[in-house]
Structures are given as C-alpha cells and as structure tokens.
C-alpha cells in the first residue's frame, strides 16, 4: 500500500474567489536524431547469444517505435565509435565528459521547447523559473543558462529541482503553484529537461541493456499563471510504496549516472494501486472518489509494464491510458519531462470540465500527483 506524505491544503476549483494556478501552456521539443532502432540493434552487440535474445523479444514488446538523442548513433553498430566520436567501444565517455556535453547541449534543447510556447513580447514577463532535470549537474546551472538566452528579468526567482528522477515534474509544478498562490500576479515558467541517452553504458548486463532500451531526450516548457486558461490545477498529492527504496536508483558513476530499474516495479505499483483503490477513503491518491471521478488519466510512460500495472491496479478502461502509451511510443521514457507531453496532448482535445489526474513514479518508490480540470 502507499504511505501517504502529508499534502498541502486542498484547493476547492468551485471557489471562484480563490486563487487558482492553471496550466496555460506546453511546449515541447526533441532532438533531431531517432536511435531507437540504432540502440537496440547496437545493444545486441554488446550481449552474449542468449541475453540477446532475450533483449531482442523485450524490445519488441516494448511498445516504443521511436527515442530521440542529441547524439547520432552513426556507425557505433558496425564500427568502433558514433557519429560524434562520443561512444567509442572500450572506451565510453567519464562523468567529466559527460557533464561537459549536458552543459553544451541542454540550453539549446530548452530554448527550443520554450520557443513552442509561443510567449513572443511576454517573456520580459516571467517572475519565476522552475528547472527540473535529473540527468545533468553544472554551474552555473541550467536555470541561470536559460535566463541568460531568454533575456529574463536579473531579479527572476529561480528554483532547480535535481535528481528526483521521472516524478520531478510534479514537484516542479507544485513550486509553481505555490509561487502563483502568494502572488496572483506570478508568470511561471517551468522547465523539465532530460538528456537520458548521455548515460549510455556499455554493459554485457541484460538488466542495464534493457533499462537504457526505454530512455530518450526531450524538454517541456510550461506556463503557470493564474490566468483562467487550460488546465486548473487543484490539490498535490505524493505517497510512498513501503519498502521499494532499491526499485529504482540513479547512481553518479566514474562513467555517468547508473540507472537501475528493476523488474519488480510494475508488480509493486499495481498492488499499491489495488490497495488504495479498496481503501476508499479521503487518504488515498484517489481521495475517496474512485476511478469514476477522473475522466483524464496524465500517466507517466515509465515503461508499458508500468503503464500496464496502473491500468491493472487501478481497473482503468483499455482506452484510458492512450495519451501515454501514444508519448512512450513516439519518444520513449524522457524521465521528469514525459508527463508533460502527455499533459500537451491532452490539453487540446480535452472538453471544458474534464476532470483529470496527473501521476508519475520516481525513486523512493514515490508516486506524486495532483488533479486537474480544463477550464
């Protein structure tokens, strides 16, 4: 079962004379180069006979089709390096490296998903900026890169979420919450930016092999604003699965950051999920509504096993989670900015009134979440 995490106060969307923060606008970006099939081919290069063929049927069950790097795969499969000297067999990248490439590629790709929100004049407007990411450290940070590009205000409030793997979205999206509700006035822009595939390894290990098999790059801009237009977000919710502290780690190693996903997640989730489904109170993620107060399901896409587990424990419709399976087969698990892309896809067929929840796993295991409504 989970472990609830206490929330904050539950906003009433019916009270018209509170405030609300609203999610006004998405805006997404990937970069250039596909490699899905490229890695997997790649992948099975690195694993004896039968690991391959495990590897092999696991890939195709996947239900991914196509992942997006900042990197080109080039000749790595049949040759000694890719296309920018990058992954060089015998001798992948260190941490140096690796941290080096995030610091030049990052700010782009964040431009770039900022530019699809189309705030044109309005930039000069942004009180607050919100950075998540999980797979790049620097200093000056990521947050003050994007100020600089923007031309942002030097007194912008800046706020880095790090390291809290694919649920950081969540979060980042409660501090905007938070920074609309002191001040009605606040413009938030929020950034979820992940460069996965800079994480490579190469392994002979089956386990890792399959987990970077799921991991592309991609970047979410979000515009936060008490502005009556989108999606009104109402109360955060976060909760915890007892026990599953070594499901899902992300280690710094000599070599990148160490990505271990284990099989048990999924079986994990959809218990938790049974058991909070069953416990009909106010306590849990559903708050005592059932699955029949929500008619939009904002899922994380760890993986269709973990999409297949939410479905299952929460005894969701076969159709209730397209939007995600749709953003894991077209880009694959981009960690904190996934559900964004799923939130993007959404907002523009949704009927005004929809009610809808939000959620994503990360480490911990932890499950974050909040509701919305269109407006």
């Known amino acids: 079962m989970f472990r609830k995490v206490p929330d904050h106060e539950p906003l009433l969307l019916e009270a018209c004379l509170m405030t609300v923060a609203h999610i006004n606008r998405i805006g997404t970006a990937v970069p250039e180069h596909d490699i899905h099939h490229g890695f997997v081919d790649y992948a099975r290069t690195m694993l004896d006979a039968r690991k391959a063929a495990v590897f092999s049927r696991m890939a195709e069950r996947a239900a991914i089709t196509h992942r997006y790097s900042h990197l080109a795969m080039g000749d790595l499969v049949e040759g000694e390096v890719d296309a920018q000297d990058f992954y060089r067999r015998g001798a992948f990248p260190d941490i140096g490296r690796r941290m080096a490439q995030y610091e030049k590629t990052a700010p782009g790709l964040a431009e770039e998903a900022i530019a699809a929100l189309g705030l044109n004049g309005s930039v000069a407007e942004i009180t607050h ?207 904190s900015a996934t559900v964004m892309f799923v939130l993007r896809r959404m907002m523009a067929d949704a009927v005004a009134g929809a009610r809808g929840m939000a959620m994503a796993f990360g480490p911990g295991m932890v499950a974050e979440t909040f509701r919305f409504r269109k407006v």
């Open 129 to 335: 900026l919100v950075v998540a990411s999980c797979t790049g450290f620097t200093a000056p940070g990521l947050d003050q890169h994007i100020a600089w590009r923007l031309g942002l205000r030097p007194d912008i409030q800046r706020t880095l979420v790090g390291f809290m793997g694919c649920s950081a979205a969540v979060p980042a999206l409660r501090i905007a919450q938070a920074a609309v509700l002191a001040d009605p006035a606040a413009r938030v822009l929020v950034v979820n930016l992940e460069l996965c595939t800079l994480h490579l390894q190469e392994t002979g290990d089956l386990e890792t092999a399959l987990t970077f098999m799921l991991f592309g790059d991609g970047c979410a801009a979000t515009l936060v604003t008490a502005e009556p237009e989108g999606f009104a977000m109402a109360d955060f919710r976060a909760a915890t699965i007892p026990q599953t502290e070594d499901l899902i780690t992300w280690d710094i190693g000599a070599q990148g950051f160490l990505m271990h996903l284990s099989g048990g997640v999924p079986g994990k989730i959809a218990q938790a999920l049974r058991e909070d489904l069953a416990r009909g109170d106010d306590g849990g993620l559903l708050r005592g509504e059932g699955t029949q107060a929500v008619d939009l399901w904002a899922v994380h896409g760890g993986g269709r096993t973990v999409l297949d587990a939410v479905e299952s424990g929460f005894g969701l419709a076969p159709d209730a989670l397209a939007p995600s399976r749709a953003v894991l087969a077209a880009h694959g698990n981009m960690s």
